[in-house]
């Protein structure tokens, strides 16, 4: 567990509409949802009135390619300090949908579009897990 600066912003992991995807990083298993007519995938997650209550939660692969990124030479929060250089991305999943992270393992010199990558989850404490990302080197 990651010992959290007292200023660590945390998600709200018990809203409704989002309380799937957070118990699913707890568990380790990334989930975004899925129209169950379309198969189309959906992010970032509706109310399950949405679309006539046709959206699902499954689990995505957790593999995808980086759509653009940015390095964060200076902290933008100080609880962000111990994260520095921070490489922002916006991963596309296989499944479709992008979603917004930070690298771990990675130099900002390895960074580029396209590279590919996976989820890997880093427990902040007993109720947040951060999807966070990685190159997948064994791919």
Known sequence: MTELHPDYPLPDVEHPVTRPFWEGC???????QRDRETG????PPKPAYWKG????????SGLGSVYTWVVAQEPFLP???HLLPLILVVVELDEGPRLV??????WPQE???????RVVFE???DAVT???WEPAKDE
């Open 101 to 106: 992270g930070y690298m771990v393992r990675c």
């Open 130 to 132: 951060l999807p966070v």
């Open 53 to 60: 209550g046709r959206l699902e939660w499954v689990e995505a």
């Open 111 to 117: 960074m580029r579009l396209g590279l590919r990558v």
């Open 79 to 81: 609880a962000f300090r």
């Open 26 to 32: 707890v568990a380790k298993r990334l989930l975004v």
């Open 40 to 43: 189309a995938y959906h992010w």
């Open 123 to 125: 427990r902040l404490n």
